[in-house]
């Protein structure tokens, strides 16, 4: 399985490794433990992997004990797992690092020795349980993981070509034409309901069994719902809750996450840290309204008024279908070809929301219910900023079309009103490249091309 932060380990050796360690942060079974061992075994002579969900006590007593003795700790752990290290050419992976705050700790102590290299892989690394008492050690550099993305997915299908295709027609606003298109969505379509949890993606690649995936996806939820109940003390049954909720706020027109349906006068500030916790797991993607379309959209941000996607839209479809313990092979057949009965709009805009997750952009919307001003009344499935910023016309506004037939009535209200502060309109549907009217039309397989 080949994953794009790779290249970014690699920068990380090149440039910062023996001045910090990297900590790789990213939802469970995304992949982090399998790249990391992966880069250490290519990149170096020789490596350590601390799994702190099966270590022992003696290996966890070694933080108390030695590190104002680093010689003897690294004594221990050589003879512990019978590994020889070599200044400068060696890496010491700390895996699940969240189970030892202890061993988060000593990371300053171990990289200001200068003897070895560091990765830490964490999910729920900044869960306050598992920052209790420990300062966090500033020579520790974070990257998120994610799940894949379409253009891992393709490489793991074993098509390293079409994605570079893909991007010089982006680049260029060229439609690839009937053909290429037809074969893109195809692609698009397994990865949407596939999703990009490695597992799965792997069942899929060796069996083409939907249901055998579908069980590898559930499990996964499983997991997620296990750590709910585990570590979101104080909040546990509001934090599943939500995450019950999520597939039936999707489907809705509005997809703006109505705490009314949890419990009747909810409050925000009763459920917030139960949001929060699912966000920092990295279980869900919140994606905020912001008051204003215009450069400074966390300025303008109404943390009060937010949608709630999944992280993965594969862990989403087994979540939503779950009517008979398993989502049938005849419905992902449906999904596979478009003829699904009900809307499946809710898969496409989860589907966009993580994508531009994984390109790197914070997710925000724009939502004006005004009914005294009909030109204002409008609502923008997602907004982001251009990478350069400049004096004015930085904002792109998104609408995510599911449907061939469909209507942009809120996309011409918003360039209408908000001309000075917007940057190319675009508009994500299931037809190949235009561009009309100053909109461009993309599909929606180069959402991670914006």
């Not at 905020?288 to 992280?311: D, F, H, Q, V, W």
């Amino acid at each position: 399985m080949k994953r794009k932060i790779y290249e970014k380990l690699i920068t990380w050796k090149r440039e910062s490794a023996g001045k910090t360690a990297l900590l790789i942060d990213g939802a469970r079974r995304v992949g982090k433990s399998y790249v990391a061992e992966e880069f250490a075994k290519n990149e170096y002579e020789s490596y350590i992997l601390v799994d702190f969900n099966r270590a022992s006590s003696e290996i966890l007593d070694l933080f108390d004990r030695y590190l104002d003795d680093l010689d003897t700790f690294f004594l221990f752990l050589t003879r512990y797992y019978n590994k020889k290290l070599i200044p400068g050419k060696s890496l010491i992976i700390f895996d699940e690092v969240q189970l030892c705050p202890r061993a988060r700790a000593a990371i300053k102590f171990l990289v200001a020795d200068g003897r070895y290299h560091y990765i830490e892989t964490g999910s729920l690394v900044s869960i306050k349980k598992n920052v209790k008492d420990i300062v966090i050690p500033s020579e520790e550099r974070h990257i998120k993981m994610f799940p894949m993305d379409f253009e891992e997915f393709l490489w793991a299908l074993g098509n390293d070509s079409l994605m570079d295709l893909i991007r010089v027609c982006f680049e260029k606003t060229q439609p690839l034409g009937q053909a290429l298109h037809r074969k893109a969505m195809d692609y698009f379509r397994q990865y949407l309901i596939v999703g990009g949890m490695p597992q799965a993606v792997l069942e899929y690649i060796e069996t083409r069994d939907f249901e055998r995936v579908d069980a590898i996806k559930r499990d996964i939820l499983e997991l997620y719902r296990a750590d709910i109940v585990k570590h979101a003390e104080g909040y546990e049954l509001k934090a599943e809750s939500i995450f019950d909720e999520i597939p039936a706020q999707l489907q809705k027109h509005e997809k703006k996450f109505k705490l009314s349906a949890l419990k009747k006068e909810a409050r925000f500030r009763d459920y917030e840290d139960a949001f929060f916790w699912l966000t920092d797991a990295m279980i869900v993607n919140a994606c905020y309204n912001t008051t204003e379309p215009s450069i400074g959209l966390k300025l303008n941000m109404n943390r009060m008024t937010m949608k709630c996607y999944m992280a993965d839209t594969g862990l989403l479809i087994s979540h939503a279908f779950d009517e008979n313990t398993i989502v049938s092979e005849e419905l992902y057949k449906k999904l596979l070809f478009d003829k699904l009965e009900v809307n499946n709009g809710m898969l496409v805009e989860n589907i966009v929301a993580q994508m531009l997750v994984a390109k790197g952009h914070k997710l925000y919307f724009y939502s004006n219910p005004s009914n005294k001003d009909a030109d204002s009344k409008m609502e923008i499935d997602f907004l982001i900023s251009k990478g350069k910023i400049t004096s004015g016309h930085n904002i792109s506004p998104i609408e995510v079309k599911s449907g061939k037939n469909y209507t942009l009535i809120s996309l011409r209200k918003c360039i209408r009103k908000y001309k000075e502060q917007l940057h190319t309109p675009y508009v994500l549907h299931t037809s190949d490249v235009k561009k009309e009217d100053g909109i461009v039309y993309l599909p929606l397989y180069m959402t991670g091309c914006l």
